[in-house]
C-alpha cells in the first residue's frame, strides 16, 4: 500500500494517526487545511480568556469557541474530509501532543487528555502561522525549518499582550528566516492572512523584542540563520497558553506547541481577497 | 465664528455636540475617524454577548470591550482629536441617541443613560459600516442616504446568526443603492475593511434575505433605488442589539441605530493593507 505524502493527508486521516499515538510537529501536513492552537480551561475562567484574545487579536485570533464540555465542533466536523475516514475530531484526542498546567505549573505532556477532561471545560482554537505557509512556499519563499525537518522556533518577547482580567503575558512570535531578497514577499503574502497572525510583528533586529538567543527558543527547534537570510517573527498561537499559565490558573490543556489540532476548515477561508 | 462641515468636525467636537443633546445620524461626520455600535449589558451576560459576536464577526466585529462599570475606554482617550477639546469620551452620554431595553421591550430612547448606569455594565464598540462610506465615496461612489441627508436604511433579514447561550437572533443589513457600474467597486473597497464588516452580504435580490419591502426599513430611514442603482446590502452593528432583544435580555442600553458613537480611532486602522 502506498504511503501518501504527508502534505496529501486529509485531516481525518492525520487526526486518526494522532488518536493512535504518533507525536510530531504538524507543519507540512494537510496541505491546505487549516491548522490550530487549543487552549482549554474551566468555564469560570473563560471569559477573561475570550476577552484577553479579543483585545491581543494578532497574537489570539479566535477561531472557534466550543460550549463547555464539547469536545468537537463545526471546525471538526470531519466533512471537509470527503472520505470514508472523514469522521468527527476529537479534541481530547487528536493532537499530537499536548500540555497540562496546574496553577501555572506544566505538570504534564501527555499524548491523549481523556483523563482530564471535564464537563465544565471551554475550549479555544486559535489561528496558527501554519495556515500561510503554503502560500509561503507557493510564493517561492522557502521554509528553513520544513526543510530540516524540525519545529519552528517560539520566543516569548519581552512585549507585554494588552491584559483582560486575569490573564496577562508576554508576545510569543515564531521565527522563520527569510532570504532578504523575499522578505517584502513574505510580508505581503502573510498580510492576507489577518485572522491568522498576518503580516509579522518584526524584521530582523531580534534584541528589539528582547530575543537575545536565537540558538535558545522557549517553544519549539532551534533554526540556524544562515547568510543572506534576515530572522522574521510572527504573532504566535501559543501566547494565549503563556499567558493563561502565567496567570496561573488552576487548570489549562494546551496542545504541545508546533504540534497542532488539523481541522477541517480550509486556509482559503481565511485569506483576505482585495480586488 | 466659522462653523466648521460637519464632515471636517474632530471627534470630541461632535461628542460635545451630542453630550449638549443634539439628536442627528452621524454618517458623514467626523470624515476619517471610526464610528461605533455600542451594546451595554449587565456583566453576567457579557460572555454570551461576546462569544456571539465572535461566532457572527461580519455584523458583530468587537473594536473593544470596555471593563465592568468603565464609561470610557483605550477608543475614546480624546487623543486623536489633538485640540483643545480632546477631553476623553464618556458612553452614557456622548452618543446622539440611545435605545434603553427592557426584558426585551424598548422602554425609552433617551439622550443620554445616565441615570439608568450601574456598575456591572459591560460595554461592547462593534464596528461600524460608516467606516467604510469616505473610502467610497473617494472611490466614487455616491452615497444616496448623505445626499438624501438621512439616515441609512437597516433590515432585519430571514438569516439567522450563529447563536451562542440565549443570545440569538436575525442578521441585520444596512442597504445602499449603487449604479449598477459601480457595484464591483464598491464591493472590492469595501472588502479592505473585514473588521467594520467587510464586502457585502448580497448585491440586489432583497426577497433573498426575507426583505420583502425596501420603503419599510425596520430601522433608519427608507432610501428610493432609482433606476440604474442596485440595493446592496452591508452586514450591520445593529445585528447583536436585535439579538440580545430577542433573547430577552433584563437590561440593554444601545445606541439609537443610525446614530454612533464617534471614537478617536482612525479608519484606516481597520483598512487591510495588502501589497
Request: glycine share 10%.
Amino acid at each position: 500500500m502506498a504511503v501518501p505524502n504527508l502534505s496529501d493527508l486529509r485531516p481525518a486521516a492525520a487526526r486518526a494517526r494522532f488518536r493512535a499515538g504518533l507525536v510530531t510537529p504538524t507543519s507540512g501536513w494537510c496541505d491546505g487545511w487549516t491548522q490550530a492552537n487549543l487552549i482549554t480551561v474551566p468555564a469560570d475562567r473563560a471569559w477573561d480568556v475570550l476577552l484577553f484574545a479579543q483585545r491581543n487579536p494578532q497574537s489570539c485570533p479566535v477561531l472557534d469557541v466550543l460550549e463547555a464540555g464539547a469536545t468537537s465542533g463545526p471546525l471538526l466536523d470531519g466533512a471537509g474530509s470527503g472520505c470514508a475516514d472523514g469522521s468527527p475530531g476529537d479534541i481530547r484526542t487528536d493532537l499530537p501532543g499536548y500540555r497540562v498546567y496546574r496553577d501555572g505549573e506544566l505538570t504534564e505532556q501527555p499524548t491523549d487528555v481523556l483523563g482530564h477532561w471535564r464537563e465544565d471545560l471551554v475550549s479555544f482554537l486559535i489561528g496558527c502561522s501554519f495556515t500561510f505557509e503554503r502560500a509561503l512556499l507557493a510564493a517561492g519563499v522557502p521554509l528553513r525549518h520544513l526543510e530540516r525537518g524540525s519545529n519552528v522556533p517560539m520566543y516569548r518577547t519581552a512585549r507585554r499582550c494588552r491584559p483582560a482580567g486575569a490573564p496577562a503575558g508576554p508576545l510569543v512570535v515564531s521565527m522563520r528566516p527569510v532570504p532578504a531578497e523575499l522578505v517584502s514577499t513574505a510580508v505581503a503574502v502573510t498580510g492576507r492572512y489577518p485572522s491568522v497572525h498576518g503580516a509579522p510583528v518584526r524584521v530582523g533586529d531580534p534584541e528589539a523584542l528582547g530575543i537575545t538567543d536565537l540558538d535558545r527558543p522557549d517553544y519549539g527547534d532551534p533554526v540556524p540563520v544562515d547568510g543572506g537570510d534576515v530572522p522574521v517573527f510572527w504573532a504566535c498561537g501559543v501566547t494565549p497558553q503563556a499567558a493563561v499559565t502565567e496567570s496561573r490558573l488552576p487548570l489549562v490543556i494546551a496542545h504541545e506547541p508546533g504540534h497542532m489540532l488539523v481541522t477541517d476548515a480550509r486556509d482559503e477561508d481565511y485569506l483576505i481577497r482585495t480586488a
